[in-house]
């Protein structure tokens, strides 16, 4: 595993997609996901100049951030959160992705000492095995949140089924974007919807062509 030639192709790669997009290079901020190694391989590639650290289980975001806090990198929580878990993890996370039900958002507006930026977890394709709302629920869903103080919604985050054609994570990311651009047209109070997480090694060429704003690469960086 050579860290420093993968990060180099990785951050290539989405340089080229940008420039591919005509949107900025700084447009995208680019999100290790260190899910497969220890912390003494994500502090290297950290090293390297990465500036975004995600895991997606808490004992595991635990880990890392205990070896890693004292590094400049923003922490992003990816995955799943049991409600019971909330508490152990949620002040130490710059943004989590995964909010998926009303009820984990009034757990963190419980639990949370200041305002967390989060992204709604969308299924557009409503695939059985996924978490995320379908597009039907949002609406509902935000008028609930909006109630709360400590849950900043600053985008939408969602995933392309594993099986998919190019074209179909292409049709995916895109209605991601507009449904994003909805939500920010409406200006709601802690809704600014400016960010889209979406894109993982085998699909961000393509989300960065559908507007994504934050990539998240695990096995790209790692193999
Ligand atoms: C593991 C994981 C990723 C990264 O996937 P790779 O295919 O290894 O790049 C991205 N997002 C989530 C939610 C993950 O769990």
Known sequence: MDLQKNKTIVFENIRLATKTANRPENSVSVIAVTKYVDSAVAGQLIDTGVEHI???????????????????????????LQRRKVKEVINLVDYFHALDSVRLASEIEKRADHPVKCFL????????SKHGFKVSEIEEAIDEIGKMEKIQLVGLMTMAPADASQESIAAIFQEANQLRKNLQSKKRKNMPFTELSMGMSRD???????????????TSFFH
């Open 54 to 80: 995600a895991e997606n289980r808490v004992d595991k975001f635990l880990d890392k951030y205990e070896a890693l806090k004292d590094k400049p990198v923003t922490w992003h929580l990816i995955g799943t």
């Open 204 to 218: 961000y060429q393509i989300a960065i062509q559908e507007g994504s704003t934050f990539v998240r690469i695990g």
């Open 121 to 128: 977890q969308v299924n557009i394709s409503e695939e059985e």
